[in-house]
T-cell receptor
Framework: DAGVIQSPRHEVTEMGQEVTLRCKPI?????LFWYRQTMMRGLELLIY????????DSGMPEDRFSAKMPNASFSTLKIQPSEPRDSAVYFC???????????FGQGTRLTVV | GDSVTQMEGPVTLSEEAFLTINCTYT??????LFWYVQYPGEGLQLLLK?????DKGSNKGFEATYRKETTSFHLEKGSVQVSDSAVYFC????????????FGKGITLSVRP
C-alpha cells in the first residue's frame, strides 16, 4: 500500500486566496484526521471523520476552514480566505476506527504571504 | 478531557548516551498509549504502543511501560544513535469506534556524534 497520500507537498499562496489541501487515506481505513503543526502550538487536531461523517470539528480554528470527505478514498481541507497565520504543516492521517494507531501522510507545508 | 503532558525540550545527547523522555497522561478509563516519531521533513510514524497496564511496548531499541499507578508512559533507550534525532510525541487513544489520538506537544531530540 502506498500509505496516506497528501497533495500538494508544498503550497505558497498570497493572503486572501483560497487554498485546498487533498488527502487520500489508506484503502480500507474508515477514520480520517486532519492535523496542523506549528512551532508555537505543536500538533493540533482540526477535524476527524468516521465512515465519511465528520465526528468532531471543534479544532477547526475559524469559519474560514472547512473539510469534506465525499467518499472513503478522498478528503479535502479548504481555507478561504487564507491568512499568514495559517502558515503551517498540515497532516492527514487515517486508521481503522477504534484501532487507536494512525498512519500519517508526509504533510503539506503551507506558506501564506 | 483527555490530555498528554511531555517534558520540556529540546534534548541534546551524545551518541551512546541513555535516553529518557517523560510522558504523563490524564484520561478516564483505560486508554491505549503510544509513542510516535517524526523524522525531519516527514509525517509521524508509530514507534511503539501499549494497550493495558504494565504492558511494555518496544521497537528499535526503544521501550516504554504503561504505568497505571503513576499515569505515565516514559520512553527509554539504552544507547542512542545520531539517526534517532527526531521529534517524539506521546499520545493516547480511548477505545471505541469514535476514538481519536490525543497528542502531547512533542519533544525534539538531537544526538551528537
Amino acid at each position: 500500500d502506498a500509505g496516506v497520500i497528501q497533495s500538494p507537498r508544498h503550497e505558497v499562496t498570497e493572503m486572501g486566496q483560497e487554498v485546498t489541501l487533498r488527502c487520500k487515506p489508506i484503502s480500507g481505513h474508515n477514520s480520517l484526521f486532519w492535523y496542523r503543526q506549528t512551532m508555537m502550538r505543536g500538533l493540533e487536531l482540526l477535524i476527524y471523520f468516521n465512515n465519511n461523517v465528520p465526528i468532531d470539528d471543534s479544532g477547526m480554528p475559524e469559519d474560514r476552514f472547512s473539510a469534506k470527505m465525499p467518499n472513503a478514498s478522498f478528503s479535502t481541507l479548504k481555507i478561504q480566505p487564507s491568512e499568514p497565520r495559517d502558515s503551517a504543516v498540515y497532516f492527514c492521517a487515517s486508521s481503522l476506527a477504534g484501532a487507536g494507531k494512525a498512519f500519517f501522510g508526509q504533510g503539506t507545508r503551507l506558506t501564506v504571504v | 478531557g483527555d490530555s498528554v503532558t511531555q517534558m520540556e525540550g529540546p534534548v541534546t545527547l551524545s551518541e551512546e548516551a541513555f535516553l529518557t523522555i517523560n510522558c504523563t497522561y490524564t484520561a478516564t478509563g483505560y486508554p491505549s498509549l503510544f509513542w510516535y516519531v517524526q523524522y525531519p521533513g516527514e509525517g509521524l510514524q508509530l514507534l511503539l504502543k501499549a494497550t493495558k497496564a504494565d504492558d511494555k511496548g518496544s521497537n528499535k531499541g526503544f521501550e516504554a511501560t504503561y504505568r497505571k499507578e503513576t499515569t505515565s508512559f516514559h520512553l527509554e533507550k539504552g544507547s542512542v544513535q545520531v539517526s534517532d534525532s527526531a521529534v517524539y510525541f506521546c499520545a493516547l487513544s480511548q477505545t471505541g469506534a469514535n476514538s481519536k489520538l490525543t497528542f502531547g506537544k512533542g519533544i525534539t531530540l538531537s544526538v551528537r556524534p
